[in-house]
């Protein structure tokens, strides 16, 4: 909590009301902003580095299948998904690697990946059958209209 406050340049009332957190008249300090560089940190050689525990790594990697399973849905035949797939790959080998306890990248290829796609498979089953049920009856309803629609014009 004490990050997004730094962040945000909120606090906590002190008092106990329904209005919630006011604005800071102040800048954070050295110390909220080192904890702040502690999980995102930015530097020149290798880019942005942001730090996960393995839960949120986890929930990180199903939410990126999960949004690759519905871009890869609602594209259409040739169009490619170049775009996030290179992204998405290295998450997959990181959650392999954090899950299988492997310190060194270098053991971590293209099979791995394909393992860590797989387990994620299983864990968002749910989920994605739900995505299918809710598109499915929505492209039943848009026939459904269009048949009513088209018997109500004749």
Known sequence: MGILKAASGEERSSRKSARGARPKARAATVEEMDELMYYFQDTAQRGAELKLTAAELTALAELVYMGNYVVDVGKKQGQGGEKYSEVSHKIFQNFYAVRNRIADMAFV????????????????????????KCAFRKKLSEIFEKIENFLSDK
């Open 109 to 132: 290829g293209e099979d791995e990946a394909a393992d860590a796609r797989d387990i994620l498979d299983g864990r968002t089953q749910i989920y994605i059958a739900q995505f299918e």
